[in-house]
């Protein structure tokens, strides 16, 4: 079992940086890949970033490519979501997610274990 918390959310003007964390109980961290995801209000829950268990690999959504940056510290059981050059567009609820395996994925579903989430809101 793995319990995630997030944190580092807030009110951020465009143009602005925030860096979200997600803490994860357990031994066994370092094997889990780890993905960030968020849902705005009124849309589907999306995918944002993910790493592998290694931090090998990467993921992104084409539109936080080069403004975000997901990193893991597997020594403190976190992973973060770096977040640069922030649009109104980037307003929602992030969601750190871990799977049960060490290699990275895109899909909801292939995740096992999510935090409550974590309000990030981008003012113009």
């Known amino acids: 079992q793995v319990q995630l918390v997030e944190s580092g959310g807030g009110l951020m003007q465009a143009g602005g940086s925030l860096r979200l964390s997600c803490a994860a109980s357990g031994r066994t961290f370092r094997n889990y890949a780890m993905c960030w995801f968020r849902q705005a209000p009124g849309k589907e829950r999306e995918f944002v970033a993910s790493?592998?268990?290694?931090?090998?690999?990467?993921y992104y959504e084409d539109s936080v490519k080069g403004r975000f940056t997901i990193s893991r510290d597997n020594a403190k059981n976190t992973v973060y979501l770096q977040m640069n050059s922030l649009k109104p567009e980037d307003t929602a609820v992030y969601y750190c997610a871990a799977r049960s395996s060490a290699y990275a994925h895109t899909a909801e579903y292939s995740f096992d274990y999510w935090g409550q989430g974590t309000q990030v809101t981008v003012s113009s």
């Open positions: 790493i592998s268990a290694s931090a090998g690999n990467t």
